[in-house]
């Protein structure tokens, strides 16, 4: 009796660090988002507003899963308040809408500065000479489960949601390009029969945005997305949530693959923006 009593409680001991979190988030998603954290969403995030009721809804549930698994760390003497720590899940949940994905689950702390950050970057130079250095910066996604965002950049890329510029849709890119093994510019898509596809159109694309930031022209994206593969599905992203019209007219094959990845049409979220002058009349040329 008394070794079956054993069995039991090992048994127990095992299992209770396996169940208590489950249960713990089962009890967190049972309650709706808080009147106040709904309110945020509604005068803050400007396209949640002309979202259909259903994914208003799914939003609210990533939200608050998002803020019960994610610690919030304010830096340089920064205060998070619920307030902004809603506003960051909010627009990084907006990237797993209609997608049967966890929430981020290699991420586990995002650390808010008040404005631009520095962070050590090592220069390499002739000869392949390493130089220590520093860079600023407005965000950066980390491999180790943390993600760095200043919250002047955050409110920016809220007050204007179609200059396709989001510091937070393009770090939290950068955690689901990750989920794949590496940061590479080719996230787990699911299928391996995807990643032709998404292949040929990707690197289609980023290799003609090379070659326009090479001759500085004008384009939908940011020329920052040339920088690398990587980088490039970050301001893909951007893009396709802020400057959906416009991705979709000038980058037809860009626009369905990222549609089939997020599951998501951003065009009925957003306003159509006002017809482009002809670049002869001196508009800008988009590719």
Known sequence: MDALLWIALTALLIALPLYYPRWRLRRVL???LPAAAQTTLE????VYRRMPAELQQQLQRLVRQFLHEKKFI??????VTDEMAVLIAAQACLLLLNRPSKVYPALHTILLYPAEFVAPRAHVGPGGVVTPGHQSMLGESWDDGRVVLAWDAVLRGMADWSDGHNVVLHEFAH???SESGR????PYLGN???????SEVLTRDYNNLRLHALY????VMDPYGATSPA?????ATETFFEKPYQMAEHHVELYAELSKYYRVDPRQWTSAPPPVMPASYGAPAYW
């Open 183 to 186: 940061a590479n510019g080719a």
């Open 74 to 79: 304010g830096c340089e003497g920064l205060e």
């Open 175 to 177: 955690q689901l390009d």
């Open 30 to 32: 049972a309650q709706p």
């Open 216 to 219: 500085r022209q004008d384009t």
């Open 192 to 198: 391996p029969a995807s990643y032709r596809e998404w």
């Open 43 to 46: 005068r803050y995030l400007p």
């Open 231 to 235: 980088e490039f599905f970050a301001v």
